[in-house]
């Protein structure tokens, strides 16, 4: 899949303020500094599109932006930055978690995992917590321009290890770096792949302005 636009919509703090869903969506999500902003960035060929954080942490809203006119990409506040006080770290994860589970239109959760560390507890959590609300994932390690292919395997065997601990079925995992541009092309065929089992959400209108 090419980019041919990307358009950033709203950022919002709820989910009222988001807009009716009218295509499909992907989410991505990620501790504060996984470099979430740097791929999405990478992902959509723009440089600024997803604004990388100078306060980590600071971003509190799911910023929506519409890709080629065909799919929403979301962009989900960053959790667990440690100095983050606790009353906004709880209100992060609700923003997260209403997203989550009440967004009709959501197709998958993208969660970046910092390629270069052993699987951490927050992360770890993330993943269970996606796995019991039965939400669709992909695991994406980030930043593999600064491992070797040593670590990496072995981090990847890791999750693997703890994975399978708990299901028969292991999400897709891509392996990428905003630095280089690997697994790119892998994740935007994925979401190529997705974009046509997507159903519309239905709106309803008033009364005798439904069309069947
Ligand atoms: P966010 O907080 O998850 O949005 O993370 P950012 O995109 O702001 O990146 C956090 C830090 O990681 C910055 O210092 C980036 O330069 C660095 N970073 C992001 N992506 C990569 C990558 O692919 N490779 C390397 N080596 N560093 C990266």
Redesign the pocket.
Known sequence: MEISSANYLISAANMSQLAPPAYPEYAFV?????????????LCNRKNL?????T??K?QTVNLYLINEAWVLA?LP?FG?ARTNKTQREKFAKLIIHYIEKRESLMNVFL?IDG?LVPQDIDKEFVQYMGEAGIPFSIVF?????TNQKSLAKISHAWEDYLSATWDELPPVFF?????G?GRKEVLAYIAEMNPLWVPVKTYGPAGNQSL
């Open positions: 990620g501790r504060s500094n996984v470099g979430k902003s740097s791929f999405i960035n990478c997803a604004h990388t954080s100078a980590p942490g971003t962009d960053g930055y970046l270069r980030t930043k593999i321009d600064d990428t770096s905003a630095r280089s690997r």
